[in-house]
């Protein structure tokens, strides 16, 4: 692939013209969708392989319940330092997208191969935390470096993207839920995937053709993302469903086994709960281009608002409880992509990279707080109020898309 990119003055600018602008056409546009796509499965892979195998790490280190959380939680603080980092240093807009991802991705699974042969539970906690660190130069690079291929299809590009993401973070509760596969596989299966990834978009990705301008270092990036107002509000929306969704992420294995009592069939069923929103971003960013982002990213937080108000208290055959968390599955991440295509649209140009390093990790902040929270109520005093709680978020989201809405459409 070897595009000619030319410099789109304003690509991510506040104008809101993009979704009006001329149909993408470049052909190597879909060659370039896949291999992030790709990437962003493999490379993903690795959040949560601490969760599909902590009974594992539970056991051999004799770990309370709090412990065992704190090494699902403890990647969120190492991508959150991780974006802190990446954002006080502007990586994302000084650094070219395929170097910074792959040496991320490389370094972050290194990092968690290595948790095979840590000695006890302070390693274990530390090597979390650097694979988050490092998963920061994975994540919010990827979006900036799909949306140079795509302006009028930017929010299904993005979701295509996100759902990949998606999926990768589901992948170890399927490799878990197999015949005969243990904590190697699941731990070198991911790190060898992480590694894959970077590798591919180190040797075949090069930016598209509405490439954002390069910007040099700034000391004041971060407070000049923060004070432009679109911005900030597609910022806010973006915590509101971030409050709720690595929650119910994290929760559904421990809540699955509770209700269907099998390891391996509660594994299967909380990949089937994450993998849902697989397509539930890519349909989710077809309709947003069509009909608007706010509004779609509106809709599905008022659907996954009301399953987490639902779920937890609802005494039903394990059939129909599948149903209903396949479908929160859905509708929980079907609007993650689009609070980041806001923000390739509505920021300025030469901060783009800023400031989605900035809504990321603000966001993964805050799941720091959620997951244990949640965790900590459902054990303490039931799911149902474990997973109302989460319903706050989505109700916060929405009152950021109607008046980021407002603001477009004057």
Request: one cysteine or more.
């Amino acid at each position: 692939m070897s595009p000619d990119p030319v410099a789109v003055p304003g690509a991510g600018g506040p104008e809101p013209g993009i979704l009006a602008g001329a149909p993408d056409a470049d052909p190597r546009r879909w060659v370039a969708l896949a291999l992030l796509s790709v990437a962003q499965l493999f490379g993903m892979s690795l959040w949560f392989t601490a969760s599909a195998v902590g009974p594992e790490f539970q056991e051999r280190w004799a770990l309370s319940a709090a412990q065992a959380s704190g090494l699902v939680s403890t990647v969120q603080w190492g991508f959150v330092a991780g974006t802190v980092v990446a954002a006080g240093l502007n990586l994302a807009d000084v650094l070219p997208g395929r170097l910074l991802f792959a040496a991320s991705a490389l370094l972050a699974g290194a990092a968690n191969a290595c948790l095979l042969v840590a000695p006890g539970y302070g390693v274990a906690l530390g090597l979390r935390f650097v694979t988050g660190f490092f998963l920061a130069g994975v994540y919010p690079p990827a979006m900036k470096m799909v949306s140079t291929w795509f302006r009028s299809g930017r929010g299904l590009a993005i979701g295509t993207v996100v759902g990949a993401l998606t999926l990768g973070k589901a992948s170890p509760y399927l490799v878990k839920a197999l015949e005969g596969t243990g904590t190697e596989w699941v731990l070198l299966g991911s790190s060898g995937a992480a590694a894959f990834a970077g590798l591919l978009i180190l040797v075949t990705y090069r930016e598209g053709p509405y490439v954002f301008s390069r910007s040099p270092f700034r000391w004041d990036q971060v407070g000049r993302v923060l004070g432009h107002k679109p911005t900030r509000l597609a910022i806010l929306g973006y915590l509101g469903h971030m409050w709720e969704l690595y929650a119910m992420w994290a929760a559904m294995a421990p809540f699955l086994l509770l209700r269907l009592g099998d390891p391996r069939t509660a594994s299967l069923a909380a990949f089937l709960a994450i993998g849902a929103g697989a397509p539930g971003c890519v349909l989710a960013g077809r309709w947003a281009d069509r009909w608007g982002r706010e509004r779609i990213a509106s809709i599905a937080m008022i659907f996954s608002g009301a399953l987490a108000l639902m779920v937890g208290w609802i005494p039903v055959p394990p059939g129909i409880l599948l149903v209903l968390v396949l479908v929160w599955g859905f509708w929980v991440v079907a609007d993650s992509a689009q609070f980041s295509a806001l923000v390739t649209e509505v920021s300025p140009g030469d901060a783009v990279g800023t400031a989605l390093t900035v809504q990321t990790g603000l966001g993964f902040a805050l799941t720091g707080l959620t997951i244990p929270v949640t965790l900590t109520v459902a054990g303490g005093i039931g799911w149902g109020w474990g997973f109302a709680l989460l319903a706050l978020g989505p109700a916060f989201g929405i009152g950021a898309m109607v008046r980021l809405a407002r603001i477009r459409s004057s």
